[in-house]
C-alpha cells in the first residue's frame, strides 16, 4: 500500500507544480507523478541537510510541491536548452 500512496502523492505534488509553474510542460501522467515523487526526494533530502527534517521524516506537502517546482524549472531549462543548440 506504501507505493500506492507514493504514486498517488507524487501524482497530485506533480500537478500542482504544473499548476504553479508559468509555462505549459506537455508531460504525460508518468513523467508528472514522477516529478511529484523527485520533488519530495529533493525536499527531503534538502531539509535533512538543513536540519529541518530527521533522517525517515516525511518532507511535506508544501516542501514536496517547492521540491517538484524547482525540479519542473530545471526540466524546463535543460529542455529550452537542448532545443536551441
Do not use: C, N
Amino acid at each position: 500500500m506504501g507505493l500506492i500512496w507514493t504514486i498517488i502523492v507524487g501524482f497530485i505534488v506533480g500537478v500542482i507544480a504544473k499548476f504553479l509553474h508559468p509555462s505549459r510542460e506537455s508531460m504525460g501522467f508518468i513523467v508528472t507523478t514522477l516529478l511529484g515523487i523527485g520533488g519530495s526526494l529533493l525536499a527531503g533530502y534538502v531539509g535533512e541537510a538543513l536540519h529541518w527534517y530527521h533522517p525517515g521524516q516525511g518532507a511535506g506537502f508544501i516542501g514536496s510541491i517547492i521540491g517538484a517546482f524547482v525540479l519542473l524549472l530545471i526540466y524546463g531549462f535543460v529542455k529550452g536548452k537542448v532545443k536551441s543548440d
